[in-house]
T-cell receptor, first 112, second 112 residues
């Protein structure tokens, strides 16, 4: 059972709101990732981190930010939510030197 | 990218038959290639990985083949079962600080 948690599981918010999606893992993993995935579609990398104080941008990073102040915590912030942000957001972590990524249950976001 | 908005290809197999799922990868410098299984409503789960210096690796009922010449990866599932119905993604990564990148997935449907 993977010890990686995302909150909230479901969120409905209005356009223009600022939101933060939470992701925490208790496995001590250095690498953490955020992906966006529409139902039945591909996973698109948004942001990733290799450890505390390290963050890198993925393909879909332009409208969001992340921080990595603690190893276990990797929150994703949308500064101004838009209907195009409606999707599922998945957080994952990998421990060195492994290749197995553990995923959270996801946050399903709806922007109205 | 060009794949945004496209639904995943589907592979339908009879229960008990062998399944072969293919993936073309992009980065010839990747150290590891990994297969993930994603069931409906869940995050992807690790199945098996293969290092770039190998061409074949076997697990329980699964075999991964790597052809670096044509940048092709395949997952073979023996005696496919209804529980194998899911979306299968290939992914690639390096041992260093590079992201875990997912390829286009394939939806496997097992016909009982």
């Amino acid at each position: 059972e993977a010890d990686i948690y995302q909150t909230p599981r479901y969120l409905v918010i209005g356009t223009g709101k600022k939101i933060t999606l939470e992701c925490s893992q208790t496995m001590g993993h250095d690498k953490m990732y955020w992906y966006q995935q529409d139902p039945g579609m591909e996973l698109h990398l948004i942001h990733y981190s290799y450890g505390v104080n390290s963050t890198e941008k993925g393909d879909l990073s332009s409208e969001s930010t992340v921080s990595r102040i603690r190893t276990e915590h990797f929150p994703l912030t949308l500064e101004s939510a838009r209907p195009s942000h409606t999707s599922q957001y998945l957080c994952a972590s990998i421990g060195f030197p492994a290749t197995e990524a553990f995923f959270g249950q996801g946050t399903r976001l709806t922007v109205v | 990218g060009e794949s945004v908005g496209l639904h995943l290809p589907t592979l339908s197999v009879q229960e008990g038959d062998n399944s072969i799922i293919n993936c073309a990868y992009s980065n010839s410098a990747s150290d590891y290639f990994i297969w993930y299984k994603q069931e409906s409503g869940k995050g992807p789960q690790f199945i098996i990985d293969i290092r770039s210096n190998m061409d074949k690796r076997q697990g329980q009922r699964v075999t991964v083949l790597l052809n670096k010449t044509v940048k092709h990866l395949s997952l073979q599932i023996a005696a496919t079962q209804p529980g194998d119905s899911a979306v299968y993604f290939c992914a690639e990564m390096n041992s260093g600080n590079t992201p875990l990148v997912f390829g286009k997935g394939t939806r496997l449907s097992v016909i009982a």
